[in-house]
């Protein structure tokens, strides 16, 4: 390679799945000391999170939503349940399924997690926040699809 070729070549920051990844930790650490307070992870807190929005709804419902393998999401939903915040049980219409309901203290922690989404320590206006968010779930969405339809 000459030092044509090296300096022609893309920088780490020209990454745009750098810029998601790093992001992402970005994201965690902020989180942080809203969850240790919580004591939830963050996994833990999406989790509750698609049970405020819905509801009583199966594992595999709440996988999807997630975007998490049954094998990954089983032990976070039994960690909750040990916590308190959640119930598992068999569905009675179909015993293969688990679905998984907030107990009123899963539904109460709404109250104290609910200030966190981080869009004023994000440094961006509200309508820019909401554009940022949208563009890259419809990214996210693209790429999914572009696997599946790779395999």
């Known amino acids: 390679m000459t030092d044509k070729t090296i300096a022609k070549a893309p920088k780490l ?5 750098f810029a ?13 000391p809203i969850l240790d307070e919580l004591g939830l992870t963050y996994t833990q807190y999406i989790a509750i999170v698609a049970l405020w929005e819905h509801d009583n709804q199966t594992v595999s419902s709440l996988g999807e939503k997630l975007f ?6 089983t ?8 916590m308190g915040y959640l119930r598992r049980q ?10 998984v ?5 899963g539904r109460r922690l709404r109250e104290k997690a609910l200030p966190m989404n981080l869009v004023k320590e994000s440094g961006l206006a509200p309508a820019d926040f909401a554009k940022i968010q949208k563009a890259v779930s419809a990214l996210r969405d693209n790429l999914i699809r572009a696997a599946k339809d790779a395999d």
């Open 75 to 82: 032990p976070i939903l039994k960690k909750l349940e040990a």
């Open 101 to 105: 309901s907030l107990t009123p203290a």
């Open 20 to 32: 998601i990844y790093s992001a992402n930790l970005a994201y965690g650490r902020a989180y942080k």
């Open 90 to 99: 068999r569905d009675a219409a179909d015993e293969r399924q688990v679905v």
């Open 13 to 17: 920051a020209d990454f745009l799945c």
């Open 68 to 73: 998490l393998e049954s094998n990954t999401l």
